[in-house]
């Protein structure tokens, strides 16, 4: 889906990524689930592309549902796959303290599961081989994505911010459609490993200077970072 010049969504409401597309080559922001590299196939061949174009994929934090295809890219394409630091294990191995499930509706929570298994969650590889990243690092990649830590929901949770297309991706630092219980709006996202330290970290997205704000679940927020924080704040 083209959401603006330059900037693409894979997948959907329910688990997605995003592609930003510069004359110089292309940077991937998550790499959702493993069945979306037929997404991204698609995508790419719209907008006249090949694989080979993909500079990098950087990843918000090191759960499944972010790093579905990552690997692949790795091995058969030579893509380089950064993450924060304090992800770095979990995303080789998929180790990860055990959180409360929290509120869930039934109908919702089958949607998510479904989708997962169509798009193949449960084949995910983990990847071998990253580079890691820290707050405040630019990174050599098209659209100069800046790194911004927002530990709470993983300890290497970052946002990613492009200006390029005027865009902060924020993984599951928050989320504009609760996975489990289907309520959509901006919110804290669920599987979140310390919550407390996951509101703190959204006076981080206040100075920047956006007019979307990307999660890898729920629709796009067109607005400010510092009004969907806040929003976020009140429905905590």
């Known amino acids: ?30 790499a959702g689930l493993p069945g979306h590299w037929r997404d991204l196939q698609r995508t790419l061949a719209e907008i006249g ?40 294990h979990r995303v ?22 479904g989708y997962g298994l169509r798009k193949n969650a449960f084949r995910t590889h983990h ?11 630019v990174l050599d990649l098209p659209g100069s994505p800046v790194v911004i830590g927002m530990p709470g929901h993983s300890p290497g949770s970052i946002a ?20 489990l219980t289907g309520q959509v709006g901006a919110q804290p996202a669920p599987f979140t490993d310390e919550p407390g330290e996951a509101l703190a970290s959204l006076d981080r997205l206040a100075g920047v200077s956006a007019s979307w704000v990307l999660p890898g679940h729920g629709a796009p927020w067109r607005g400010s970072p510092a009004d969907i924080a806040a929003a976020v704040r009140a429905s905590a």
């Open 49 to 88: 592309r090949p694989l080979s174009d993909i500079r990098g994929v950087v990843l918000t934090h090191g759960d499944s549902d972010h790093i579905g295809f990552a690997e692949r890219l790795r091995r058969e394409v030579g893509v380089p796959v950064f993450i924060h630091a304090a992800d770095a």
């Open 127 to 137: 990847v071998a081989e990253v580079r890691e990243v820290g707050d405040g690092d």
């Open 1 to 30: 889906m083209l959401l603006a010049p330059h900037l693409h969504r894979l997948g959907n409401d329910i688990v997605a990524s995003y592609l930003i597309e510069t004359p110089e080559g292309i940077t991937l922001v998550d």
């Open 160 to 179: 990613v911010h492009v200006p390029l297309v005027e865009a902060v991706f924020v993984g599951d630092a928050l989320t504009t459609r609760h996975v």
């Open 92 to 113: 080789r191995t998929g180790e990860k303290p055990k959180t409360a499930m929290g509120p869930a509706r039934i109908g919702p929570m089958l949607g998510f599961l």
